[in-house]
């Protein structure tokens, strides 16, 4: 798309303009679907898209920003708004995960177990499917969580890094983006108590074992791998949490 083809943009139906911001919404989804806008393309400046539509820029505004909660679109600072190109991992924002959370109460039991259940299955296909250089770039990552034993935040960066590409090497992008939306929910609470982590070595140690499974293509032993080493992460986050809590307490 450029500039010259803005004609494919229609003015919203003034009888829908109740819902206006959900209707831009639909409009852009179709134009996507009908391929009229192409992964990577940029969409035109508010101010001519709004005229475009028939829309006023803060229902345009609301419109992008609930298309890139769904890694729709992408606001680039300063570069404008592009459809998300397809050739990069696809994201899932997990506002709207938090957002359900805090409604429904959900617990961090049920977090735990919602990304164990998708990470085992990562695991075993990256067992499958995992690149030689994707395997080197693991080991790249447990090598920086030996190495940052004594600094928790780096360590969490070395651990994120390291299940994410698993995920790559599970060539399934849906799989990946759902683990990545749960994961990113429960390294948020993470952050805030990692500080007071004690095991990070026997943590390392396990991550290693991960990789070694997924080295020797070992399917079965990358699943109970990934469950154990995440079972020990959830009583980990607990009582990090419970001493996180008793500190705010006393303070
Ligand atoms: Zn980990």
Redesign the pocket.
Known sequence: MTDSTSSIFKTVDPERRSSTSKEVVTQLREMIHRRELRPGDRLPPERDLAKLLGVSRPTLRAAIRSLAAVGVLQSKQGAGTFVVESDGPPALDSAPLRMMASLHGFTTSEMFEARRSLEMAIAALAAERATSEQMASMAEEIAGMFASLDDPEQFLVH?MR??QMIAASSGNRIMTALMNMVATVLFDVRRKTVNRARDLKE?AEM?RQIYRAIRDRNSDEARNAMRD?LML?QRAQESEEKETNRGEEAA
Do not use: I, L
């Open positions: 651990d390291f299940h943590s991550h080493h992460a």
